[in-house]
């Protein structure tokens, strides 16, 4: 029987740097992940992707406010420049893929716009943490502070300072059945983009969009666990999770335990603007009877899946 494994795409891995925010660019690099799923597959894994959207929301949120700006155009809400970008970002991967798999047989991949449930009382709407869009200089920085004295930025991990929004945690994903009816249909899956659309429940139970970025790779674990997923692996830039990183006694993990990597979490290793949302996302999968996680780069893939390399983190 096939294993399933749940892999996480971060936006960052689509959006490399400022240079590169084009579609054009978009399109070289989705070529790429393609690639890298076409070498799983190989491997005879059933696969769901989710991907992350930090850079491209913010544009398209910053697209939306110049337009409003500049011409007068009604204001994108935030939570619809979410789903513009599930639809954009699934299109883009959807489309690499099947030109691929058309070549290699009758698997085919196909993208779910998928709303994730919140609570509307979850603190981060008040205390919001999530980086979305371009970085900008100090200088930048401090001069749409003036322009816009209701935002809040945060230095992003030395790469400069980005704008924040609500970020609340993920507690439902919505189309979950239906992603797993299309699993079993032998589809490979796009799903929960972005970390998907935040949506609450109204007292009469019906779905309301809000204004949040729901972090992808917290979605993605709570995916995994709905789907009854084998493996979960999330990309990132590293191709092992360190600890006392950037320091003379760095050290890469290889494989670990949730206890230890637990330990290490509550020791502070982990930064919570970049790997520490990696790990609480691990350790949740793990925790709720998932198999193993997998931390790496995107293109070392293939080869942690057979246990070469990445950060592995398996049940005690």
């Given at each position: 029987m096939k294993q399933l494994v749940v892999v996480a795409i971060g936006g960052n891995s689509i959006i490399k740097d400022n240079a590169s925010q084009?579609?054009?660019?978009?399109?070289?690099?989705?070529?790429?992940?393609?690639?890298?799923?076409?070498?799983?597959?190989?491997?005879?894994?059933?696969?769901?992707?989710?991907?992350?959207?930090?850079?491209?929301?913010?544009?398209?949120?910053?697209?939306?406010?110049?337009?409003?700006?500049?011409?007068?155009?009604?204001?994108?809400?935030?939570?619809?420049?979410?789903?513009?970008?599930?639809?954009?970002?699934?299109?883009?991967?959807?489309?690499?893929?099947n030109n691929r798999l058309g070549k290699c047989g009758d698997k085919k991949a196909v993208t779910v716009i998928t709303q994730v449930e919140v609570d509307k009382n979850d603190p981060n709407f008040t205390h919001p943490t999530k980086p979305i869009g371009a970085f900008f200089s100090a200088q930048q920085c401090e001069a749409l502070k003036v322009a816009h004295p209701d935002w809040r930025f945060v230095e992003d991990s030395g790469r400069g300072y980005r704008r924040v929004v609500a970020s609340p945690e993920p507690k439902r994903i919505v189309e979950a059945d239906a992603i797993s009816a299309l699993i079993?249909?032998?589809?490979?899956?796009?799903?929960?983009?972005?970390?998907?659309?935040?949506?609450?429940?109204?007292?009469?139970?019906?779905?309301?969009?809000?204004?949040?970025?729901?972090?992808?790779?917290?979605?993605?674990?709570?995916?995994?666990?709905?789907?009854?997923?084998?493996?979960?692996?999330?990309?990132?830039?590293?191709?092992?999770?360190?600890?006392?990183?950037?320091?003379?006694?760095?050290?890469?993990?290889?494989?670990?335990?949730?206890?230890?990597?637990?330990?290490?979490?509550?020791?502070?290793?982990?930064?919570?603007?970049?790997?520490?949302?990696?790990?609480?996302?691990?350790?949740?999968?793990?925790?709720?009877?998932g198999k193993r996680v997998i931390i790496t780069t995107p293109e070392k893939l293939p080869a942690a899946l057979r246990g070469e390399t990445g950060t592995h983190i398996v049940n005690d």
């Open positions: 084009s579609v054009e660019h978009q399109q070289i690099a989705v070529k790429e992940v393609a690639e890298t799923v076409l070498e799983m597959l190989s491997s005879d894994y059933d696969i769901v992707l989710t991907h992350g959207n930090g850079p491209q929301v913010g544009l398209d949120l910053r697209r939306a406010e110049i337009a409003h700006e500049k011409e007068g155009l009604p204001l994108t809400p935030l939570a619809n420049c979410v789903a513009d970008t599930q639809g954009g970002i699934g299109y883009l991967i959807q489309q690499a893929l079993k249909q032998g589809f490979v899956v796009i799903g929960a983009g972005g970390g998907g659309i935040p949506v609450v429940r109204s007292e009469q139970g019906d779905y309301q969009s809000v204004d949040a970025v729901i972090d992808k790779d917290l979605s993605t674990a709570l995916l995994a666990r709905e789907v009854n997923a084998d493996i979960l692996v999330i990309t990132t830039g590293v191709e092992k999770v360190c600890i006392h990183f950037g320091k003379p006694e760095q050290r890469a993990i290889d494989e670990v335990t949730v206890e230890q990597m637990a330990r290490f979490s509550e020791e502070g290793h982990f930064p919570p603007g970049s790997m520490l949302p990696k790990i609480t996302a691990s350790l949740a999968f793990l925790r709720n009877g």
